[in-house]
């Protein structure tokens, strides 16, 4: 599994001093064991078309003799040596939960086919990938709360404007999207478990991905690791993006 991105890819290769150290970095941005092609193909795709010219098969081998890399039929593989060498002249590498993370929320982009609700999770991945956590979770639950609203438009206009009446009887009938602005987004949230759009657990999750959003989105204190926020992109991206 990767343990960087291509984003912090591109960057770490700016500052790299020696080949070593690029080849090596570039081997982090692949899913492992990699052959010397993919690492050249990745380098270039990354704009580092120059490591087409070096010997980077000679360049693992010296590697591999100070214990950085091991041969593997498949390729070639980073070892615990090679990650912190690379610690230590400054790559930052991600932990292997969150680097496993990032690739499984790759994953599901893929599957994701409109292109409005495609560019929400990117924009929200890329700032996840640029340690723009806030961002991350904010950017994510907005698109999310378009998707259900635009669920509701087209799915379940009626029992919704139903369930709407019986809990809130001044509130004015759903007819646009733009209608839902007055309405708060857990409000909207327990009208439509009123109404069977969502079930119990679906809001409980929902609501809580709303509360971190709320959390992310003024200022204050609070602290969100990548772990969280990974978590938060993951849900959203199954039971929102993917099934709405």
Not at 91 to 99: E, G, R, S, T
Not at 122 to 135: K, S, T, V, Y
Request: charged share 25%; glycine share 6%.
């Amino acid at each position: 599994m990767s343990a960087i991105s291509d984003t912090t890819l591109q960057i770490a290769l700016k500052s790299s001093a020696d080949q070593q150290t690029a080849v090596l970095t570039v081997l982090a941005a692949l899913n492992q064991p990699s052959s010397v092609k993919e690492i050249q193909d990745k380098a270039w795709a990354v704009g580092l078309r120059k490591m087409k010219k070096w010997n980077v098969g000679q360049v693992l081998k010296r590697a591999d003799d100070r214990g950085f890399v091991s041969r593997l039929p498949e390729g070639w593989m980073l070892m615990p040596a090679g990650l912190d060498e690379l610690r230590g002249k400054g790559v930052p590498l991600k932990p292997k939960l969150i680097a496993d993370a990032t690739h499984n929320l790759h994953t599901h982009i893929a599957s994701i086919t409109d292109p409005i609700r495609r560019a929400f999770v990117q924009e929200a991945i890329d700032c996840f990938e640029a340690g723009l956590n806030r961002a991350a979770v904010v950017l994510s639950w907005v698109g999310a709360a378009w998707i259900l609203q635009n669920h509701v438009l087209n799915n379940a206009l009626k029992p919704f404007n139903a369930s709407l009446a019986a809990r809130f009887p001044k509130a004015k009938t759903i007819k646009t999207i733009k209608n839902f602005v007055p309405l708060g987004e857990a409000d909207f949230l327990q009208v439509c478990e009123d109404a069977g759009i969502i079930d119990k657990a679906e809001k409980k999750q929902l609501q809580q991905r709303l509360d971190l959003r709320n959390d992310c989105g003024h200022p204050n204190n609070l602290t969100i690791g990548e772990h969280q926020v990974a978590s938060h992109l993951e849900f959203l991206l199954q039971n929102v993006y993917e099934k709405y």
